[in-house]
Nanobody, 129 residues
Framework: VQLQASGGGLVQAGDSLRLSCAASGRSFNRDLMGWFRQAPGKEREFVAAIGRTGGSTYYSDSVKGRFTISRDNAKKTVYLQMNSLLPEDTAVYYC???????????????????????WGQGTLVTVSS
């Protein structure tokens, strides 16, 4: 599957942004979908993930309560609603797909980037203080 992330931009602390990740090619209805981010000079880290039905969601502690991941399988799109943004949220955000995940993958599996086999190109989010 090909993934195209969009929606990034420059915002102020406290603002909101919604990222989108559009999938094309094969069906992604059975894929575990994730968002990861990489801040300047840092390793890429897990942000959020959502199971194939949308019934299971997983978040890193740093974004829990502020970010919400969702998906629309009919539109082949995954979203990341980001509220109460902080300067430390500044990063390039990547969406990823894992076609091999089982329905009950769990948080540890979902947060492991090595499990994902398709990656988008990234969209830059900059949060000013």
């Amino acid at each position: 599957v090909q993934l195209q992330a969009s929606g990034g931009g420059l915002v102020q602390a406290g603002d909101s942004l919604r990222l989108s990740c559009a999938a094309s090619g094969r069906s992604f209805n059975r894929d575990l979908m994730g968002w990861f981010r990489q801040a300047p000079g840092k390793e890429r880290e897990f942000v959020a993930a959502i199971g194939r039905t949308g019934g299971s969601t997983y978040y890193s502690d740093s974004v829990k309560g502020r970010f919400t991941i969702s998906r629309d399988n009919a539109k082949k799109t995954v979203y990341l609603q980001m509220n109460s943004l902080l300067p430390e949220d500044t990063a390039v955000y990547y969406c990823a797909a894992d076609r091999n995940a089982i329905l009950t993958a769990g948080a540890v599996y979902a947060s492991t980037q090595e499990n994902y086999d398709s990656w988008g190109q990234g969209t830059l989010v900059t949060v000013s203080s």
